[in-house]
């Protein structure tokens, strides 16, 4: 009969554990090493983050790039947004260009990525609803007024893009509309949706606007002929072009109130 008390025990192992060549231990070195200068580096871009932050509150005037650098802090929770801010304003031609560039060539820089440059897009979205309302507050946005009322709105703009604003028979701004987007140098113009905006507002009363994103406010040959089919096209049908003003970056042109050039071709 088998006795368990005969069984063997297990001989414990005597072998020793393996000594850890020259390389694995400067390995283990470097990561150890690497490991510490990473969390001394994170330790420094945060006391840095919370001065600056602290450096803004107080009021104090900032650099255009610290500026970015903060506002970057709240997309990138950790990283040198530093660096980042300058590489922004260096590849959109400064500050204000940041806020402007499209949004794919925003994320595509190293360090960005999409949140980041969502984030940038908001703040020129918000900057763009401020200037709207602040304007709106000085009173009733009237006709004469109207080449300051659409620059902002064509800020940051990297195609052409047709507005369309719906006056009442005080001619003051009834509401606004993108009618069409296109290229950087063209941008459809549908008569039927025109016609669609200004019946929803129930005036026949409209001024139209669009931009050239290149900068240049030269009036084309393009401009004057379109406007002379819209209005000659839109008159049938009860819609009345008061104006077309035509925004380049920070200022206007209106066909109207440039001399006979507008009543010669209508």
């Known amino acids: 009969m088998y006795n368990s008390k005969n069984k063997r025990k297990p001989k414990k192992s005597t072998k020793l ?46 650099q255009d790039h610290e500026l970015l650098e903060l506002l970057l802090f709240y997309a990138i929770p950790r990283g040198n947004t530093n660096e980042i801010a300058h590489l922004l304003m260096e590849r959109c031609s400064g500050f204000s260009g940041v806020f402007k560039s499209d949004i794919s060539l925003l994320s595509a820089t190293s360090g960005v990525g999409i949140n980041s440059a969502l984030l940038l897009k908001l703040v020129l979205a918000c900057c763009k609803r401020y200037d709207e309302q602040e304007l709106k507050k ?59 905006f200004a019946y929803s507002y129930n005036t026949p009363y409209i001024v139209l606007a669009h931009n050239h994103p290149n900068g240049d406010l030269t009036i084309t040959e393009d401009d004057i002929s379109t406007t002379r089919f819209l209005t000659n096209t839109l008159r049938p049908v009860n819609v009345i072009l008061l104006d077309h003003i035509i925004v380049a970056a920070d200022k206007a042109y209106s066909m109207k109130f440039s001399g006979n050039m507008f009543f010669s071709i209508i």
Do not use: W
Not at 36 to 56: A, I, S
Not at 173 to 183: D, E, K
């Open 17 to 62: 554990p393996r000594v850890k060549t020259t390389t694995e231990l400067r390995e283990l070195h470097n990561s150890e090493k690497n490991r510490k200068e990473k969390e001394k580096m994170e330790n420094v871009h945060q006391g840095h983050r919370e001065r600056l932050r602290q450096r803004f509150l107080n009021g104090e005037s900032l």
């Open 138 to 196: 000085q009173g009733v946005i009237k006709f004469d007024r109207l080449t300051e009322y659409f620059i902002p709105k064509f800020i940051g703009e990297t195609a052409e893009k047709v507005l369309c604003v719906a006056l009442n028979d005080d001619l003051n701004i009834l509401g606004c509309g993108v009618i069409s987007t296109g290229s950087i140098n063209l941008a459809p113009v549908n008569v039927k949706n025109i016609v669609k």
